[in-house]
């Protein structure tokens, strides 16, 4: 099979378990069954290893692009569905599928509470009990993968549209799976409207790109770009509103307000689309279409990153929810990934895209092995002292700290390197490159500091995540807990090991070459300078240190605070601050809610009661007025027609009054002038026509 | 005398294959006939004789697409034309008679009887298959008497099923305006034909354009118009007759009173399969006019474009201001039909004038966006009237006001009902809508063009607008009003059935759907388009 039949057949391949999932309710009634589970696993690995093979048989930097379907074709517009290859294709294939792989088979254990005809939620007052839905969730689970997978593999700005949207319909079904409680469904909501404002943008971008260029192929678009046929006015309103739709998509700043919202889905969820796919593929987007962006939108892209990056990391430090804190390390971590892509840091960014994957889907099964275990308790500082009861789980969530943090013991190598993990080169790459950046333009300098500064903030809130968790005492909300069964700790192993040594060798390492393998050239722009390859080599072992130091500092203050030698509860050092005023509006993610509620969401609902009042009052009096209007004039109409047409019945001839004689019972009072009408309309056109043709 | 039969025998051989539909639908006439018979009706109820027959019918017809495209033929010595828009309109009409019958057996219309002598199923359905039988027989006139008897064919039969509601005052009176108003236009089309006949001696269309063409048009005075002016009110009186079966503006006044008065199965079947083949007739007779040489047929057509773009104008402004006031679901549909074969007509403007100005690519996207447009047409209008006679079985009223919170208690027939109004509307994504944009895109492509049909494009563009209103108006009774006092709760009649749904989902899928088809719907409409020119 050649390289584009492997992936699309690994695209389709997990609409069979979704297949599978959303139909086991009638071939497999019995509520106590994984079978869709396993159909839909081993769908899901199935196309992993089609992706996989796919990516070891592809040869060359040259992109695959091809077309499945066109839609239409009119003259000057063409949609159509269709494929492009490249490194940066097979690296989100085989990550996606790999990631979804390890989600489902821990999935299957973590469900296991629903495989009951009374499944007991036990998060209202009064316990739910409910038929448990373990089929359904695995159905749209294997929904979802097909469609990023579509996303993923489209050759034009068009099909990534319609994954896109797909991809943001299964989303919402996930996040709201346990749809009884309020939250959850809120939730949901929250985040497919917020996302539907980001695609508002990304559908103005993809029509002005459309009506420029004719079609929306990548190829042609970026050959199109490159050789200056676009306007700047089609290039600036195509990249900003594809921007749009990424921010709202990649959580970024200041649509970010639905992520941590949408940790009400379930862990598995979490782990899957909010942290290693979906939420990426903003950040695939932008990255797919660096070459056509123009120099505004790559700056805009790097000082929203920038935002983003600290404006995620600050609450995180106060969350006292354990998947909280993961969610708002989500919004940090992508800025990053955006902030490099501006920066012109391509392969930096989408490298920390893979790694920021595999380390934080890992943190979230860790996270959901705990939750498992404490009976689905989340809040922090109910927790603690799980260590000894939760080793493995521990150790894996102890890698993926280390990794996030970007921490490594300099001096100390194995296999001929530092001794570090995943994160560490990918965030060495984007600071050296926001370092390079700055070193070109000056005026940019923040660019660099901040994500620096977040360096810091990012292992001090991810140390004080996994010392409240498993250090310390145990707490109140962890008694009976054990190590989860091998079904949940296989993929949390699996991705520990590829959190550890996925980016072995850094940006010299097989990850980074085969991922670059197509990079865009990086392009010249009047608004900045882009800095070279020497420049960023230079500037490698400052950022290098300086990143370093700064994570250094913070897993310190973190150790320091909430190490295994913390107090207890209630009499911890940073106490007082845990109610202060400004506490309380960082952790509520700086009051971005309160903002948009007051700004957006009152408004609008108050324009939706003052539009009902006025369809209720002025708009349907103005209807009835029209249709009184309409009624006076029918009756104007009448009496003219048969006070005059009634006077050219009697000159045209007999047949209307003889008909009137003979049906003289029946008849309404129309009847008589319908067919006078009739013999006057065709008369009168006939003149009409003779005197126009003629005269 | 001899070779006269020398051809009738090949002629047979060429014409009867392809009239092989048009015979099942006369099998099915008689076989419904007989069944009334030797008290066949016991066991062989006419509902099933009339779906079997029609479903027949309907699938031989789509066995004949693609051959017409390869050999256009003339049958019946030269009565009929079998070409690409014959088998389209042939496959469109039965395919609607097949659902109309369809629907008929899910809604119980006519009400069974328990004596089978006087079941009432024979006496509907033979003149439901007989107005079919004079659809697809408009749809491949090709000369001035098969005109004249397959319009009349349509529309005989048509006057008995507006009536049919036995008892009623109302069906009755329908009926009757619907039969005197159709004899007048008759007699209109009848006069037309017999002058066009005189004038040119001959009665087949294809040999009306040279005929014509030799007829100066130029000199005419007022008080003697000659051979020209009987050419033209020859023509008039045709197109008068045409735009009766089309209920434009001004030969509609029987739409509203026939629709209100007979079954919304009746109305739903005739608002689709007579407008259909009238369409086509009327593209067939305009463009025969325009034979092969002089200015005669460029005058005629270019004349003949302009005024069914200042007909698609009136009728269908008039036919959205007449709806708006409408209470009744039948009237207001009726009206609704007057606005979109207005529309419709947009697009046969645009071919004409193309034809007229020798702009082949203009005739060719105005016929091409008027086939597509009816192609969208049949399915939105008969899941329209489906919903309303669903409706009607359960509340036994066809006032808007009657639909009123039933968007809870029916979901489905909601639903549907919703989807075909947000098609005739014309919104993205429904079949509607691509109807709406094909037409328009033709009518706009005329660059060069005449102001009228610009102007007429833009008129239609604002009716669209304004026809959101009174569509609207059902929807926001099935959703937004609260059910009347007293009855909220309890159900109302007998509940919905699944094969009514399904057969709601059946009408509402291509609707929903047409979206990714639409550039093989598309080629497949330019390619019959360019076949009939």
Redesign the interface.
Known sequence: MSVPALLIAATFLPLVGALAGLTARWWRPRKDDRAAGFVASACILGSFGLALTAALRWDGPEPIAGSW??????AGVTLELGHHIDSLTLTMFCLVSLVASCVCVFALGYLSDELTHEHRDHSFEEELVRPGRFHLFFGYLCLFVTAMLLLVIGGNLFHVFVGWELVGACSYLLIGFYYERPIAGAAATKAFVVNRIGDAGFLIGLAALLAANGDVRFVSLFEAAGAGELSRTALLIGGFGVLAGCVGKSAQFPLQVWLPDAMAGPTPVSALVHSATMVAGGVYLIGRMTPALPGEVLLTVAYLGCATALIGAAPALFQTDLKGILAYSSISQLGYMMLALGVTGWGAGLFHLVTHAFFKSLMFLCAGSVIVACHHAQDVTKLGGLMRKMPVTAGAMLVGVIAISGLAIPGVTLFGEALSFSGFHSKDAILSHALAFTEANPAHAILFWVPLVTAGLTALYMVRLWGLTFAGTPGSATKGAHESPAVMLAPILILAGLAAFCAIGGDGGPLYGFLTRTAPEVGTFALFESPTEAAVDEAHHHAEMMGLIAAGLGAAAGLALFGPWRRAPGHARAEGLKDAAVVRWLRSGWGFDAVYRALAVRPTLLAGEVAALTDRSALDGA?HG??TL??RVARFERSVDERLVDGVVRGVGR?ARG?GRL?GA???G??RQ??A???A??VG??VL??????? | MARDWQGVLPDLALSLPAFAPELIVCATIVALLLTRLFGMARWLPAGSVAFGGSALATALACLQWGGAFESPSDGWAGLVRNDALTVYVRVLCLLGWNLTVTLTLLTGVPRPSIDPADDDGPDFHVPLAAVALGSVLMGQANHLLMLFLAVEMASVPAYVLVGFRKGSREAGEAALKYLVFGAGAAGVMMYGASLLAGVTGTLSLPALGERLALIPLEGLEWNEPGVGGAAIAGVVFILCGLAFKLSLVPFHFWTPDAFQGALAEVSGFLSVAPKIGAFALLVRFGLSLHGPFGETGDALLTGLGLACAAGAAVSMTFGNLAAFAQKDLGRLLAYSTVAQSGTMLLGVAACFLGVGRGDGDLAVAGLAGTLLYLTAYLFLNLGAFAAVAIFRNRTLRTDVASLAGLGSKMPWVAGAFAVSLVGLVGLPPTAGFVGKLAVFAAALSDRVGSPLLFAAALIAAANTVASLFYYFRPIRSLYLDAAPEGTSGAPIGPPVTGSERAYLVLLAVPVLLILPLLGRLGALCDAIAEAVL
């Open positions: 379907y066109e839609i239409f074709s009119l209807v029209t249709a309409a009624r047949l008909f049906f029946t008849q309404s129309g009847l319908y067919v009408a009739l013999a309309c065709a056109l006939a026509a003779v005197v126009l043709l003629a005269g």
